[in-house]
Each structure stands twice: as structure tokens, then as C-alpha cells.
């Protein structure tokens, strides 16, 4: 699961281009997006990547090996029940899609069994989502500030969790590259 | 304005308030998306600077006026005027005027309303095309406070930027402005225009709903509802429309296997469905 906003397309294209085509699992993409782009970032995300590029509809399954992009204007939430549910409600940290949002019930749904990425933005969207990714055992990294764009999101998201990596993007990169699914 | 983060109520306490509430006023809460409701009691709480779920379910169940503001704290309101300006330019060039030339005056319904900007925007199309009076307008609101509240033309500041916004990429004829004036630093739309709606109180059965409805438009409601009450209301909006009648959904919404029964897609981009 991965948030980020201004600074991180590039980042995130490049780990959809370096993660392994038989993926096992899903991957969540929260990012900061302009409102009426309805197609084109995701078509631009998908270019390259190793795995499909879908901005899921509301109440769609869950499917592993696929990269699932918050819409437009929606926050994006995991359900129970392996499902995505969307909603309206009003943005959180100026933002909808809301990384905070994702990142929570992501953590609820997959509690350690998932990895929770925050990278280069404007804002503190993300860090009390990642926050709860950690309380809930799961594994944390977050972009190191120093090799951000923007290091707003990253230093706010440090601010408040003690993360398992800081990590260049390229060792973000890297890691991704050798993710095995049978996972931490 | 972001309490909702930090406050979080646990799951049995999540549903006995669904049930107080069903015992008590005979609202079914029951099949709602789970996380949505449940963020929405937690705002509620907060709201009220409730102490915590069971003083909530006391205030629930002896308060009732309390009940009504709840009613209308829960739901969602969308989220500005215009949204997804592409839909409404669809609306003008396109689908209005082959429905205004099907049908003589057309009802058009918009079920689930909560703060009227779907309503105002579709009849200042509608006003800004000389067609007022060329349609029927029927909305369902779930209690008198909701209904009171559009009525009154009260307009969310935090949502004039983005609606101006909106309206400029709808290419409209005027400016945004011009249908909203503001009064104690509070924006207020141009009730007139909605002088001929008929508003319709709707619980949450849908009982006694519409007929011989030609345009439902129910964007990004039906997403608070679970796959199974979903599914049922499409089959009472199917129900409400006659042969022909066109259904528009929101952005990413679909009707569903079952929904697929009763309708299909016609226009993939602005989420448009038609009776079969």
C-alpha cells in the first residue's frame, strides 16, 4: 500500500515497472490526483507497469496482482470481506482521496500482514494512516526526506511512527524488485 | 474539522446503536456499508460531545428530535454543485433534449437527497435552458430537516470554490454567482428556482416511491448502501421508471449482477443506464 502526492508519480511508476509480474498480491495506490483526470493518470501509471492498473468501482473484489488507484474525488476504503467500498465524505487533510483513509482500513482488514509505504507530498495526509499500519504490526516505510521532492508527507509520517526502513527511492525500488509473497 | 480520526467505536457497539435504533424508531441501519455508518456515528459523537456509545444510545432512544438531527447528521451530503461537469454537459446537449422531445414533460428524480446540490444544479441547466418548465422534478429527502435545509438555499462555503469551478468546466451561461447570494458570510442559493420541486419525505424502505419516472438521478448514494440493499433499490427504482427510463449513477458506481437485470449501460463515461 502506497501514499504519496506531489513528487511520487515517478517513484510509484517505477515500482509498478520493477515488481515481479506474478505478484500475488494487491497493491493500493493512494495518491494525490487531480480532480478531473478521470483517465489519463492511470493510463500513464499503466504504461509501464508489470501488473494492471485499475481504479477499482465500488464494492469490486479485491483481486491479487493488481495495483488499485483511489478514483478521482472518492476516498478509497479495503471493506470487510475483501471488497473496496468509496465514499464522498468530506476530504481529510484537504485531501479525497484521503491516504489516511486507505491506509486505516487497510490496517484494520490486513493488520500485519501488510506493508504500508508513504513517499514524497505536500501535505500530512498518510502519517497517522501509516501510524496505524505500524500499530497494527505491520511493516512501515517511508521515503527518506532527504531524497524526496517534497518532504512534508515523509517528515510528518516520521513524526509519529517509528518506521521499519527510511529508504531512498531506490532502495524503495529495490526492495520491491525482490518482494517474495510469502510475505512479511 | 478531521476528528474522525482519532475517535473509533468498536464493532459491538456499532451495532447495538443499529439496534435501539430499529427497535426504537423502526429505521433499519442494518444493511449499510459498515465502515461509512460506522464513521458517521463516531462523528456524530463527537458532534455532540457525546461521552460515549451508551450515552448515545440513551440520547437516541429518549430524544427524539435528537433522533431527526441525527438522521440528518449521518448522511452524506455530496460533495459540491456541478461535480463531474462532463455529466451535466451530457445532460444539456444530449439526454435532456431527446428526453424533453420522448416524453411530454418528464419527471425527473432525484431519490436520497441530503444537501441539494444535485437539485440546484440540475435546475440551473435547466433554468439557464428555458426548460423549467418542460420538467417534473420530484426529490426524496428522509426527514423534514433535510427538506427544511435545501429549501432554505444554505450553500456550504467550503464548497463555492470547487462548484465555480465546476461550473466554469460545465461552460455554463452565466457565472456561478449569480444564482447564490451571501448573507451573513453564509451562502444562500436562489430558492426560486426550486419553487416548483415537489419534495417528498422517504424513509428508508422507500415506501410509497415515485411512478412514472423518466430520469433517476442517484449519484454516489447507493455506494452507503451494502451489496444487498443495493441491489433491492435498484429494483424499486426499475420499478418507479417507465419503459425506456434512464437511471445515472456516479462515476464509479454499477448496478451489479443483479442490477444488470433491470438495466443497462448505455453510456460507460458519465455511468448512464437505461430500464431494459
Known sequence: ?184 | MDYSLDFEIGIVDFRNIIKVIKETYDYDFSDYALISLKRRFELVIQLHNIKDTDSLITKLHEDKSFFQSFLQEIAIESTEMFRDPSLWRYLRDELLPIMIKEVSKPKIWIPLCVSGDELFTLVILLKEQGWLNLVEIVTSCMNDLIIDHIKSGLFRNYKIEVSEDNYGRYQGKAKLSNYYRISNDQAIRDSSLIKNVNFVKQNINFDNSPRDIKLILCRNQLIYFTQNLHDKTLKIFSDSLIAGGYLILGVKEQTGHMGASYFRLVNEAESVYRKI
Open chain 1, 1 to 184: 500500500m502506497i501514499g504519496g502526492s506531489a513528487g511520487s508519480f515517478q517513484v510509484v511508476a517505477n515500482i509498478l515497472s520493477a515488481i515481479p509480474r506474478d505478484l500475488d498480491i494487491p497493491i493500493f495506490l493512494c495518491l494525490h490526483r487531480l480532480k478531473h483526470v478521470r483517465s489519463g493518470f492511470v493510463e500513464a501509471l499503466s504504461l509501464k507497469s508489470n501488473i494492471p492498473v485499475i481504479e477499482p468501482f465500488d464494492k469490486e473484489p479485491i483481486k491479487p496482482g493488481r495495483a488499485y488507484l483511489a478514483p478521482a474525488n472518492y476516498h478509497m476504503f479495503i471493506e470487510l470481506g475483501n471488497r473496496f467500498a468509496l465514499s464522498t465524505e468530506e476530504p481529510i487533510n484537504h485531501s479525497r482521496p484521503s491516504i489516511d483513509l486507505t491506509f486505516i482500513t487497510a490496517a484494520q482488514a490486513y493488520r500485519n500482514k501488510l506493508i504500508g509505504v508513504i513517499l514524497s507530498g505536500a501535505n500530512k495526509d498518510g502519517a497517522f494512516g501509516l501510524n496505524k499500519v505500524s500499530l497494527f504490526g505491520g511493516l512501515t516505510i517511508v521515503q527518506d526526506p532527504l531524497d524526496c521532492d517534497v518532504k512534508t508527507m515523509s517528515e510528518a509520517a516520521l513524526q509519529l511512527t517509528k518506521a521499519n526502513y527510511i529508504f531512498s527511492a531506490e532502495k524503495i525500488l529495490n526492495y520491491f524488485k525482490k518482494i517474495k509473497t510469502t510475505n512479511s
